[in-house]
């Protein structure tokens, strides 16, 4: 069946490098998305792997899916107070006309000062 | 306005009590989705609807009533809702399968 897991809770020191990790079970998931959730608010996606790469860099945010094991990761680089909120990892089922989302139960990330 | 809204943001209500959540999008999305957001757990989908038609309704219980009038708008019906309905109802929208764009939600509590 579909599952996503992810570790429920990281804490860092600002300036530090944060690795979230999420496995996933559908081999012929199409995209792997990341979305931010901080406090009072809804999602914002982050960024997004096709699951044919293996890598994806967009600024401070490294993305590597390896897809043999179906694991997903997201670096942070030079984490920051403001980074401080709930990760989620999701992968898509792709479908005609909308997208089916499967979502991990989120990874709380702490930047300490 | 852009983006995705939701109203009302707080909502605290009896069980015997109907209300409902709107949301709506101004991004010319085609699709349209719910979501429960429970702490602990992951995200729910429990409605999707594409271009105004019902596609997918994840054994939800009868008591949620979605209905969506046009492609920029979905409500929520609640009706004798139970405790345990209390979470974070998210909703979503989107162009095909493309990605999802979330609006901030509205934190149902029931009593």
């Known amino acids: 069946g579909e599952d996503v897991e992810q570790s429920l809770f990281l804490s860092v020191r600002e300036g530090d490098s944060s690795v979230i990790n999420c496995t996933y079970t559908?081999?012929?998931?199409?995209?792997l998305y990341w979305y931010k959730q901080e406090p009072g608010a809804g999602l914002q996606l982050l960024t997004y792997?096709?699951?044919?790469?293996d890598m994806k860099q967009d600024q401070r945010l490294t993305v590597l899916l390896n897809k043999k094991d179906k694991h997903l990761s997201l670096r942070i680089a030079d984490t920051q107070t403001g980074d401080s909120a709930i990760y989620f990892c999701?992968?898509?089922?792709?479908?005609?006309?909308?997208?089916?989302?499967?979502f991990g139960t989120g990874t709380r990330l702490l930047v300490s000062p | 306005e852009t983006g995705v809204t939701q109203t009302p943001r707080h909502l605290v209500m009896g069980m015997t009590n109907k209300k409902s959540l709107k949301c709506e999008q101004h991004?010319?999305?085609?699709?349209m989705y719910w979501y429960k957001q429970s702490a602990k757990k992951p995200l729910e989908l429990m409605f999707v609807?594409?271009?105004?038609?019902?596609?997918e309704n994840n054994s939800v219980p009868s008591r949620f009533s979605p209905e969506c009038p046009n492609s920029s708008h979905l409500f929520l019906h609640l009706h004798t809702l139970q405790p345990e309905d209390s979470a974070l109802y998210l909703c979503?929208?989107?162009?095909?399968?493309?990605?999802?764009?979330f609006g901030p939600g509205t934190r149902l509590t029931v009593l």
């Open positions: 979503a929208s989107s162009q095909e399968a493309n990605e999802q764009f």
């Open positions: 559908d081999s012929s998931s199409t995209y």
């Open positions: 792997i096709f699951s044919n790469m």
């Open positions: 999701a992968e898509s089922m792709g479908n005609t006309g909308f997208q089916k989302l499967v």
């Open positions: 991004l010319g999305h085609n699709a």
């Open positions: 609807y594409n271009f105004k038609e019902q596609t």
